[in-house]
């Protein structure tokens, strides 16, 4: 029974991950025109405010590109055009994503590195471990710490 | 004459830090306990001497002497008392003040304690600790001298920052936060003193963790305040927007967590040495970085201070730190190998290590996305933002996955774990994240974020429960003790063990209810007349009347607000205000929130019309965002725990230091 | 050991970049965004004024123009830059066209900032919508764009004007200062 729980467990977790995969796969409900203009408007930045998206800013200037997010989506345009609008006047500083897919790869860039640089470390056993001694000498402080550390776990 | 000895006690403070830099030193090199008694002392005078200038400064302000610039800028005769002090942190040349205050009672606490301790150590922990604080006084020696007299002294003052002056929680943020970040100074000294001295042992790395979790605990307080201010004064409902003063906060945050993991690995292990050093170095130029950030008007920011010329001053200090940090850790790069090779792949410290890993990349994502705007500049010319949509897209994949790895650790033995340990850990956890997961999407949830923060948390807290119930037991039935009181003698027995415990717990608690709030909340604006009624989720809202009129407390505020009438779970009168202060070009928001343990609901008001009497509100309901600050203090709680004074503790300790 | 001395070269690797990013971001100031506008034909505008009237962007053809985005909630920067409009208009008529654009400001409040700080000579359209603030891609006021006599936008300035920033960009548009 013991043996079993382990691979019930890893079985549930798998059937649960296909549940969520088909879910992902199957193709999702075309947003509706309200959605788009909400995640237009968290994509584009408040132009007279600090690091706030035109969706969550007060401003006037904000709620007034909001209103136009809705009415140029009304009038038929695509996000994209709408996007490329605000893009034309402000410039991509009124981006919050820059287009730019640099600044996506650089983190998980960064990550790999990081992974493959302990990776190597672990490989390597360790960084020209202190002679090769698995440890120092037992002396008392070894003995205290032993204690200690069995105490504690 | 009062700003005057204010000024005057800057000056001899820095002349005292200088003083007590050299004397360390010297003392240092010779061990001449006269000399370094003499520069201990000189750093106890340079704490007594910034606080008297943060005395005269709080005087200046409260009696509103506009002969001083900095009362002039950001005071008023009508600003209430409470605010006046307040102001000493306000602005840039008072917070730099304020600062210096507490960096150099950190120092001052330091060298107090440990003045009988640790002598090869003290010196040069002095030595930095005293370098550290003269910059600053230096700082305020020349650039940015809060004491700048004007003539002719002006009648009224400009009054403080509107949005500071619009919530008591301006009087707890920053001190909070600023306890942490200049805390994090000692962990940096202690570093650098192990480096000169070669003492790179566990003395020094026992010594660092607990002064790394003091600053620690108040930076975690600092935060979750200032995310808390942010959501009680800002009024657009949230309380995290990734501005760069924000994101500065949370670096040094993160790469403290990760050496609070990974000295464990080098204290019970003997490796990643090099490693944890790094981390203590990279923490307190990141807390450089986040001063230059704030103070610097590199990047815009809520919290940015007016642009200065101190810009430069800070970017030089980081790369010196840098740069005599960096050399010091390669000098002594063979004094840090490892002491054993690294244990086998499914091991607590492979958690450990990928946990590091994980922080490590977070930090660097969020560091890269706040500067990116500055490499842009620098390298095309053109402006580029980096906003919310990316912060959260690119950390929320690593922020899950440390959370899975807060329930992995706790559960694997150091040096390896067998096939039956994994089995007989995994299990019941994993069974139970499936089953509350598969339980919430039958209660209706739909969303994937709270759906899996649910499944991962559930693992994270069985997997600690299972460890707790199973040390109790083995001890109720070793020693014959009760249930409850094994687990208060395991708990109370082993603190850093537990106390991590109960900050995971805390963790669990933030992440939970910072998926709920930020999936499943509510949001309406809406214009009312007078007497109309809007029903949002379970609530009905009423919008009574508009008041104009000034403010109590102070009268050049004029107060406009809407008179709201509430039913449902939560009910009865309230009022959302729009406040205009003579120093604002805007209106500043004042929002109502009636808390509950199930949800907020907050209202703000956008805009008004005098003649029609309408009012436009953003009305939201916010789920669990009690519980964001509730986990946070849980999480500080416990690092507060785990670092409590034990007496055993203490006792083997000095049976360590005795041998 | 051969290599040991390379480990130095981290100091320098992490130092110097940091460095320079650091020194180069005090040099910019990020609140001037250039505008994607100038090069381009100045966007199109109609709509009431302050006084009543209807304007069109159209009238300006021809002709150098000065589009000024201002406020009154705008102080101290529009107070600021208030006599150096009037002393431009007086100066140069006939040969600049000047119009002014409201920002999310009020009628009243409007009116009440040009008879404390001067009235004006040129028209100020009411912007009520803020549509033309959008179609400029002011970020806040005040903002100035300076245009050639045949539309195309050449300058933006962002923030109050002075009479030296007034001297370089009408140079730059052929009119003598």
């Given at each position: 029974?013991?043996?079993?729980?382990?691979?019930?467990?890893i079985?549930?977790?798998?059937a649960?991950?296909?549940?969520?995969?088909?879910e992902?796969?199957?193709p999702?409900?075309?947003?509706?025109q309200?959605?788009?203009?909400?995640?237009?408007?968290?994509?584009?930045?408040?132009?007279?405010?600090?690091a706030?998206?035109?969706?969550?800013s007060?401003?006037?200037?904000?709620?007034?590109?909001?209103?136009?997010?809705?009415?140029q989506?009304?009038?038929?345009?695509?996000?994209?055009?709408?996007?490329?609008?605000?893009?034309?006047?402000?410039?991509?500083w009124?981006?919050?994503?820059?287009?730019s897919?640099?600044v996506?790869?650089?983190?998980?860039?960064?990550?790999?590195?990081g992974?493959?640089v302990?990776?190597?470390?672990w490989?390597?056993g360790?960084?020209?471990?202190?002679?090769?001694?698995?440890?120092p000498?037992p002396?008392l402080?070894?003995?205290?710490?032993?204690?200690?550390?069995?105490?504690?776990? | 004459?009062?700003?005057?000895?204010?000024?005057?006690a800057?000056?001899?403070?820095?002349?005292?830090?200088?003083?007590?830099?050299?004397?360390?030193?010297?003392?240092g090199?010779?061990?001449?306990?006269?000399v370094?008694?003499?520069?201990r002392?000189?750093?106890?005078?340079?704490?007594a001497?910034?606080?008297?200038a943060?005395?005269?400064m709080?005087?200046?302000?409260?009696?509103?002497d506009?002969?001083?610039?900095?009362?002039?800028?950001?005071n008023?005769?009508t600003?209430?008392?409470?605010?006046?002090?307040?102001?000493?942190?306000?602005?840039?040349?008072?917070?730099?003040?304020?600062w210096?205050?507490?960096?150099?009672?950190?120092?001052?606490?330091v060298?107090?304690?440990?003045?009988?301790r640790l002598?090869?150590?003290?010196?040069?922990?002095?030595?930095t600790?005293a370098?550290g604080?003269?910059?600053?006084?230096?700082?305020?020696?020349?650039?940015?001298?809060?004491?700048?007299?004007?003539?002719p002294?002006?009648?009224?003052g400009?009054?403080?920052n509107?949005?500071?002056?619009?919530?008591?929680?301006?009087?707890?943020?920053?001190?909070?936060?600023?306890?942490?970040?200049?805390?994090m100074?000692?962990?940096?000294?202690f570093?650098?003193?192990?480096?000169?001295?070669r003492?790179?042992?566990?003395?020094?790395?026992?010594?660092?963790r607990r002064?790394t979790?003091?600053?620690?605990?108040?930076?975690?307080?600092?935060?979750?305040?200032?995310?808390?201010?942010?959501?009680a004064?800002?009024?657009?409902?949230?309380?995290?927007a990734?501005d760069?003063?924000e994101?500065?906060?949370l670096?040094?945050?993160?790469?403290a967590?990760?050496f609070?993991?990974?000295s464990?690995?080098?204290?019970?292990?003997?490796t990643?040495?090099?490693?944890?050093?790094?981390?203590?170095?990279?923490?307190?130029?990141?807390t450089?970085?986040?001063?230059f950030?704030?103070?610097?008007?590199?990047?815009?920011?809520?919290?940015?201070?007016?642009t200065?010329?101190?810009?430069?001053?800070?970017?030089s200090?980081?790369?010196?730190?840098?740069?005599?940090?960096l050399?010091?850790?390669?000098?002594?790069?063979?004094?840090?190998r490892?002491?054993r090779?690294p244990?086998?792949?499914?091991?607590?410290?492979s958690?450990?290590?990928?946990?590091?890993?994980?922080?490590l990349?977070?930090?660097?994502?969020?560091?890269?996305g706040?500067?990116?705007?500055?490499?842009?500049?620098?390298?095309?010319?053109?402006?580029?933002?980096?906003?919310?949509?990316?912060?959260?897209?690119?950390?929320?994949?690593?922020?899950?996955?440390l959370?899975?790895?807060?329930?992995?650790?706790?559960?694997?033995?150091?040096?390896g774990?067998s096939?039956a340990?994994?089995?007989?850990?995994?299990?019941?956890p994993?069974?139970?994240?499936?089953?509350?997961?598969?339980a919430a999407w039958?209660?209706?949830?739909?969303d994937?974020?709270?759906l899996?923060?649910f499944?991962?948390?559930?693992?994270?807290?069985?997997?600690?429960?299972?460890?707790?119930?199973?040390?109790a037991h083995?001890?109720?039935?070793?020693?014959?003790?009760t249930?409850?009181?094994?687990?208060?003698?395991?708990?109370?027995?082993?603190?850093?063990?537990y106390?991590?415990?109960?900050?995971?717990?805390?963790?669990?608690?933030?992440?939970v209810?910072?998926?709920?709030?930020?999936?499943?909340?509510i949001?309406?604006?809406?214009?009312?007349?007078?007497?109309?009624?809007?029903?949002?989720?379970?609530?009905?809202?009423?919008?009574?009347?508009?008041?104009?009129?000034?403010l109590?407390?102070?009268?050049?505020?004029?107060?406009?607000?809407?008179?709201l009438?509430?039913?449902?779970?939560?009910?009865?009168?309230?009022?959302?205000?729009l406040?205009?202060?003579?120093?604002?070009?805007?209106?500043?928001?004042t929002?109502?929130?009636?808390?509950?343990?199930?949800?907020d609901?907050?209202?703000?008001?956008?805009?008004?019309?005098p003649?029609?009497?309408?009012?436009?509100?953003?009305i939201?309901?916010?789920?669990?965002?009690?519980w964001?600050w509730?986990?946070?203090?849980?999480?500080?709680?416990?690092?507060?725990?785990?670092?409590?004074?034990?007496?055993?503790?203490?006792?083997?300790?000095?049976?360590?230091?005795?041998? | 050991?051969?290599?040991r001395?390379?480990?130095?070269?981290?100091?320098?690797?992490?130092?110097?970049?940091?460095?320079?990013l650091?020194?180069?971001?005090?040099?910019?100031?990020?609140?001037?965004i250039?505008?994607?506008?100038?090069?381009?034909?100045?966007?199109?505008?109609?709509g009431?004024?302050?006084?009543g009237?209807?304007f069109?962007?159209?009238?300006?053809a021809?002709?150098?123009?000065?589009?000024?985005?201002?406020?009154?909630?705008?102080?101290?920067?529009?107070?600021?830059?208030?006599?150096?409009l009037?002393d431009?208009?007086?100066?140069?008529?006939?040969?600049?066209?000047?119009?002014g654009?409201?920002?999310?400001?009020?009628?009243?409040?409007a009116?009440?900032?040009?008879?404390?700080?001067?009235?004006v000579?040129?028209?100020?359209?009411l912007?009520a919508?803020?549509g033309?603030?959008?179609?400029?891609?002011?970020?806040?006021?005040?903002e100035?764009?300076?245009?050639?006599?045949q539309?195309?936008v050449?300058?933006?300035?962002?923030?109050?004007?002075?009479?030296a920033?007034v001297?370089?960009?009408?140079a730059?548009?052929?009119?003598?200062?």
């Amino acid at each position: 029974m013991r043996r079993l729980a382990l691979p019930v467990a890893i079985a549930a977790l798998l059937a649960l991950g296909g549940v969520v995969l088909l879910e992902l796969v199957r193709p999702a409900a075309a947003p509706t025109q309200a959605q788009q203009a909400q995640q237009l408007a968290r994509e584009l930045r408040c132009p007279d405010c600090q690091a706030l998206s035109v969706a969550e800013s007060q401003t006037a200037a904000a709620a007034n590109i909001r209103r136009q997010i809705v009415e140029q989506l009304d009038a038929g345009r695509t996000p994209e055009q709408v996007r490329a609008y605000f893009v034309a006047r402000y410039g991509d500083w009124i981006l919050l994503v820059p287009t730019s897919p640099f600044v996506w790869w650089v983190p998980v860039v960064a990550i790999l590195v990081g992974v493959g640089v302990f990776a190597w470390w672990w490989r390597r056993g360790g960084v020209a471990v202190a002679s090769a001694l698995p440890a120092p000498g037992p002396g008392l402080r070894e003995q205290v710490r032993d204690e200690v550390e069995r105490l504690d776990v | 004459m009062i700003p005057t000895l204010g000024h005057l006690a800057v000056v001899i403070g820095l002349a005292a830090t200088v003083y007590a830099a050299g004397a360390f030193i010297l003392g240092g090199r010779s061990g001449d306990a006269a000399v370094l008694a003499s520069a201990r002392r000189a750093m106890y005078a340079a704490f007594a001497l910034v606080a008297f200038a943060c005395f005269a400064m709080v005087v200046s302000l409260l009696s509103h002497d506009f002969s001083v610039l900095y009362v002039a800028r950001n005071n008023a005769t009508t600003t209430p008392p409470f605010y006046s002090v307040i102001s000493l942190w306000a602005a840039l040349e008072g917070s730099i003040l304020f600062w210096t205050l507490l960096a150099s009672g950190w120092a001052s606490l330091v060298l107090y304690r440990y003045r009988a301790r640790l002598p090869a150590l003290m010196p040069w922990v002095g030595a930095t600790l005293a370098l550290g604080t003269a910059f600053f006084f230096a700082v305020m020696a020349w650039p940015s001298d809060p004491f700048v007299r004007v003539t002719p002294i002006g009648l009224e003052g400009n009054g403080p920052n509107a949005l500071l002056q619009n919530h008591p929680f301006m009087g707890l943020h920053p001190p909070l936060l600023y306890l942490g970040y200049t805390g994090m100074a000692i962990p940096f000294a202690f570093g650098m003193a192990a480096l000169i001295t070669r003492r790179t042992d566990e003395e020094w790395l026992a010594v660092v963790r607990r002064w790394t979790l003091v600053p620690w605990i108040f930076l975690t307080a600092g935060i979750v305040a200032g995310a808390w201010w942010s959501y009680a004064v800002l009024g657009w409902g949230g309380y995290w927007a990734w501005d760069p003063v924000e994101n500065a906060a949370l670096l040094p945050w993160l790469t403290a967590t990760a050496f609070i993991h990974s000295s464990m690995v080098a204290e019970r292990r003997g490796t990643l040495r090099t490693w944890t050093h790094a981390l203590v170095i990279a923490t307190f130029v990141l807390t450089l970085v986040g001063t230059f950030l704030t103070r610097s008007g590199v990047v815009n920011s809520v919290h940015a201070f007016t642009t200065s010329g101190i810009g430069a001053w800070f970017a030089s200090a980081i790369l010196v730190t840098l740069g005599v940090a960096l050399a010091l850790l390669v000098w002594r790069l063979p004094d840090l190998r490892d002491r054993r090779p690294p244990g086998a792949v499914v091991s607590r410290e492979s958690a450990f290590v990928f946990n590091n890993v994980l922080f490590l990349g977070v930090t660097f994502a969020i560091l890269f996305g706040t500067l990116y705007p500055v490499l842009v500049e620098a390298t095309t010319g053109a402006k580029a933002s980096v906003g919310a949509p990316w912060f959260n897209r690119v950390n929320a994949p690593i922020f899950v996955a440390l959370l899975f790895l807060t329930g992995v650790g706790p559960a694997l033995p150091w040096g390896g774990a067998s096939w039956a340990t994994v089995r007989e850990r995994f299990a019941v956890p994993i069974l139970s994240g499936v089953g509350v997961v598969v339980a919430a999407w039958a209660l209706g949830v739909r969303d994937a974020a709270p759906l899996g923060i649910f499944g991962l948390a559930t693992f994270v807290l069985v997997v600690m429960g299972d460890e707790v119930v199973r040390g109790a037991h083995s001890r109720a039935r070793s020693r014959g003790e009760t249930a409850p009181l094994a687990v208060l003698r395991l708990a109370t027995r082993n603190r850093r063990r537990y106390g991590g415990y109960l900050a995971h717990v805390g963790i669990c608690v933030m992440a939970v209810a910072i998926a709920v709030s930020a999936t499943l909340g509510i949001d309406r604006t809406a214009t009312l007349a007078e007497g109309e009624t809007l029903s949002i989720g379970p609530y009905t809202l009423t919008y009574d009347k508009l008041v104009t009129e000034p403010l109590a407390s102070d009268p050049r505020v004029i107060e406009t607000r809407a008179e709201l009438t509430l039913a449902g779970p939560q009910s009865g009168h309230m009022a959302t205000a729009l406040r205009d202060y003579p120093n604002s070009a805007t209106a500043i928001a004042t929002p109502v929130v009636r808390t509950a343990l199930g949800e907020d609901l907050y209202v703000t008001l956008l805009g008004y019309n005098p003649d029609a009497r309408t009012a436009t509100l953003r009305i939201f309901i916010n789920p669990l965002v009690m519980w964001i600050w509730t986990g946070g203090a849980i999480v500080a709680f416990g690092a507060l725990f785990a670092i409590w004074p034990d007496r055993r503790r203490t006792a083997v300790a000095a049976a360590v230091a005795g041998a | 050991m051969r290599t040991r001395w390379l480990r130095w070269l981290l100091v320098p690797l992490l130092v110097v970049p940091v460095g320079w990013l650091l020194f180069t971001g005090l040099g910019h100031d990020p609140r001037l965004i250039p505008s994607p506008l100038v090069g381009k034909p100045m966007p199109a505008f109609a709509g009431t004024t302050l006084a009543g009237g209807q304007f069109s962007s159209a009238e300006l053809a021809g002709k150098p123009a000065i589009v000024n985005f201002w406020a009154s909630y705008c102080i101290p920067s529009c107070v600021d830059e208030h006599p150096v409009l009037l002393d431009l208009a007086a100066r140069h008529v006939g040969e600049l066209q000047m119009v002014g654009v409201l920002v999310n400001d009020t009628t009243d409040g409007a009116r009440a900032f040009l008879a404390r700080y001067g009235q004006v000579s040129w028209p100020n359209l009411l912007n009520a919508d803020g549509g033309v603030s959008i179609d400029y891609g002011v970020t806040g006021p005040p903002e100035t764009f300076f245009v050639n006599s045949q539309g195309i936008v050449v300058a933006r300035h962002v923030g109050p004007l002075t009479a030296a920033v007034v001297a370089e960009e009408l140079a730059a548009l052929g009119i003598e200062p």
